[in-house]
């Protein structure tokens, strides 16, 4: 017979589950960047501004395509290799990016929740949003990102009132100011037509929200409040779906965790017996 041969303490499973996971997560990540970057390529994009940078889907998607690839890539060779310390840098920053999205989600509903928090944590998005107002015509990408933000909560300017339609006064194409010395464009005191409200079977009325800042004009085609307000509604109405999504986020990333953590400890334990 033959002599019974020491069984290794590093796991099959674990080692080809983490491998064969990451190397789908690292061509998953390349893919992204590389479509994302042949975006910016053909748009000739430029990052001025921290509004340009968040409010740009094609930017976004290359920097999670790019933080994708740069942690799968330790994933992938600490398991396939059993390289400790790849794993240990791995399972960091996962765990890292799990504490940030948890404490991003505390954030939002700390925010909307306990109004009180915006002032000592100070937290004001409105004036950032402005800004994105401000430059609403200047970017295509900005100018799509608004409107669906617009369309999507049923809303329109960004504060966090009922009157959140007078912020496009902000706009030097929807502003609605007294002064006429100077010429006046076609759209003042107007607002986009994602502020409009959609009537089903009908078609898209461009001009709906013409002179609607006028105080003498009719509001009810439109919707007044802020996208700010507009989002506490959609929390507080999708508040089940956010945190089962949210759960659906956390647990699988705190698994690889929890996987890479047992690879190195097996790992470690293996060669100790050498």
Not at 226 to 244: Q, S, T, Y
Request: hydrophobic share 45%.
């Amino acid at each position: 017979m033959f002599p019974n041969r020491e069984r290794s303490a590093v796991s099959l499973f674990h080692k080809f589950f983490l491998f064969f996971s990451n190397c789908i997560f690292l061509l998953g990540g390349l893919a992204l960047t590389g479509a994302g970057s042949y975006v910016l390529y053909l748009k000739e994009k430029t990052i001025n501004t921290m509004i340009d940078f968040l409010f740009d889907p094609s930017v976004m998607i290359v920097l999670i395509g790019a933080i994708i690839m740069f942690v799968s890539f330790f994933g992938l060779l600490g398991s396939l290799r059993e390289i400790t310390c790849c794993l240990k840098f791995y399972y960091i920053i996962l765990m890292i990016l799990l504490l940030l999205e948890i404490a991003a989600i505390v954030i939002v509903f700390v925010f909307y929740y306990v109004p009180s928090a915006r002032t000592t944590l100070g937290l004001y998005p409105e004036d950032t949003l402005k800004d994105a107002i401000i430059k609403y015509r200047d970017d295509e990408d900005m100018q799509n990102f608004i409107d669906q933000l617009q369309i999507q909560l049923k809303c329109c300017g960004v504060s966090n009132d009922d009157v959140g339609y007078m912020d496009w006064n902000s706009n030097i194409y929807f502003n609605c100011t007294t002064d006429t010395s100077g010429p006046r464009s076609p759209e003042s005191c107007s607002v986009p037509f994602s502020c409009c409200k959609l009537v089903a079977g009908q078609n898209l009325d461009y001009q709906c929200g013409g002179g609607v800042m006028r105080t003498d004009s009719d509001q009810s085609k439109i919707y007044t409040k802020g996208c700010l307000k507009g989002l506490e509604v959609w929390l507080n109405d999708n508040a089940l779906i956010i945190g089962g999504v949210a759960i659906g986020i956390l647990i699988p990333q705190a698994f690889f965790i929890y996987v890479a953590k047992t690879l190195t400890y097996q790992i470690e334990e293996q060669k100790s017996k050498w």
